[in-house]
């Protein structure tokens, strides 16, 4: 159990669908990250939320809308994907510091699956 | 551009024997480092961490080694066993909130 679950695990979704993506933390942070992991690549900062304000968004384009309603949960909502948006998407959670010296916490991630 | 990378994409240990998996930084300002475990179907699992005051770091059967004059981080594993095999992951922090993740070095335990 790392303290951070996600839901779902899988999802497969055309390009026309609206899905969301759910992470929930049980660590007492107050930061949270979304991550995407596609094959052969280096994890991509998508966004980051400090005290639930965000406060990074990494050149992600707008089919991604993420959602932070408090500390403890974040989503990541999904419209008209394409096909190169099919990854691993991997939430994490920290304490929140403007230096950032403290390890994140990732989930297990949700499989996503464009067709 | 700057980045953080691993050395071999690949390392296959005997069972029992010691490993050791290499990162290279270039940014001479990162001050914070981690190493993370990435087994199939997870996500990644904090191992270690190291600040830029420090040159080593012990934890149970893993040692974090920082050579900030050749910008060299290192993660030596103890006594490797099965479950060792996954692919390893450094990153760095560069005194904000955004860590740079390398490649990721596959790790593969022979019995």
């Known amino acids: 159990e790392t303290g951070v679950t996600q839901t779902p695990r899988h999802l497969v979704m055309g390009m026309t669908n609206k899905k969301s993506l759910k992470c929930e933390q049980h660590?007492?942070?107050?930061?949270m990250y979304w991550y995407k992991q596609s094959a052969k690549k280096p994890l991509e900062l998508m966004f980051v939320y400090s005290l639930e304000e965000r406060v990074e968004n990494n050149s992600v384009p707008s089919r991604f809308s993420p959602e932070c309603p408090n500390s403890s949960h974040l989503f990541l909502h999904l419209h008209t994907l394409q096909p190169e948006d099919s990854a691993l998407y991997l939430c994490a959670s920290s304490q929140a510091s403007a230096g950032g010296e403290y390890p994140l916490h990732f989930g297990n991630g949700t499989r996503l699956t464009v067709t | 551009g700057e980045s953080v990378g691993l050395h071999l994409p690949t390392l296959s240990v005997q069972e029992g024997d010691n490993s050791i998996i290499n990162c290279a930084y270039s940014n001479s300002a990162s001050d914070y480092f981690i190493w993370y475990k990435q087994e199939s179907g997870k996500g990644p699992q904090f191992i270690i961490d190291i600040r830029s005051n420090m040159d080593k770091r012990q934890g149970q059967r893993v040692t974090v080694l920082l050579n900030k004059t050749v910008k060299h981080l290192s993660l030596q594993i103890a006594a490797t066993q099965p479950g060792d095999s996954a692919v390893y992951f450094c990153?760095?922090?560069?005194?904000?909130?955004?860590?740079?993740f390398g490649a990721g070095t596959t790790v593969t335990v022979r019995a």
């Open positions: 990153a760095e922090n560069k005194n904000d909130y955004k860590l740079s």
């Open positions: 660590l007492g942070h107050n930061a």
